[in-house]
């Protein structure tokens, strides 16, 4: 069962968790005919996406008219998605903008470049939780494919338990049987139809989301940082 955050009669907005993807990949049943199933409706609509390894907040249409109205504010930018962070390295700086063109690696990977023709555009701030851990919120302000986990990278703070983007395991016995990526998508806050909507969804999977010393820095995240 997909844990159901919020529910309109136009959308609902799940808790997607990570290993799951948004499509049907090699699976029997894809994430938008299990949700139907599970709600009891013919069809319902993507209009975002999530990285398969990043877990939390996906709205999903249940009509054609709502899901062209939410895919345009996605594309127009005016669905302000806040994401959290987990890393082991300390980044080349602990808050502010990274911004740059995004081009093709290799192994499906992507790497950010100096140039700005048409910048992934990232607001963020950091804290520390604890030695060799520290948690990120992230704004992105475009939506590039991996811009999250390639900004994360070019900070010299790749993701905890990211392969593709190089988020290695420090010398710490604590982390060695890393979980899932640490990312997560915590806070969608938009307008629809004249009604504002701020919907939160903590991390619930993952042993290092759920440690003491992170779950403190959550519970004061200030978003007042990014005005």
Not at 20 to 38: E, F, R, Y
Not at 132 to 161: A, D, E, W, Y
Request: charged content about 25%; proline content about 4%.
């Amino acid at each position: 069962m997909l844990e159901i955050i919020y529910r309109h009669q136009d959308f609902v907005i799940i808790n997607k968790p990570p290993a799951l993807s948004v499509h049907k990949d090699d699976q029997d049943i894809g994430l938008t005919q299990m949700l139907a199933t599970q709600l009891g409706v013919a069809q319902v609509w993507l209009v975002h996406r999530l990285d398969k390894v990043t877990s939390g907040l996906l709205i999903l249409a249940l009509n054609e008219q709502a899901a062209a109205s939410l895919s345009g504010l996605f594309a127009e930018h005016k669905i302000q998605k806040t994401y959290l962070a987990l890393a082991t390295d300390k980044p080349k700086k602990k808050q502010g903008l990274v911004i740059g063109d995004m081009q093709k690696a290799r192994r499906g990977a992507w790497k950010l470049l100096k140039s700005r023709e048409n910048p992934a555009i990232t607001r963020f701030y950091s804290v520390s939780c604890e030695p060799n851990l520290r948690l990120f919120i992230l704004q992105p302000q475009t939506g590039k494919t991996h811009q999250l986990r390639v900004m994360m990278k070019s900070l010299g703070s790749p993701i905890l338990g990211d392969e593709l983007y190089g988020g290695k395991v420090a010398e710490n016995e604590k982390i060695k049987n890393i979980d899932r990526t640490y990312l997560h998508a915590y806070r969608l806050d938009f307008c629809y139809q004249g009604a504002k909507f701020s919907i939160e969804c903590v991390p619930k999977c993952g042993v290092f989301f759920q440690e003491n010393s992170v779950l403190s820095q959550i519970a004061q995240i200030d978003l007042k940082k990014f005005t």
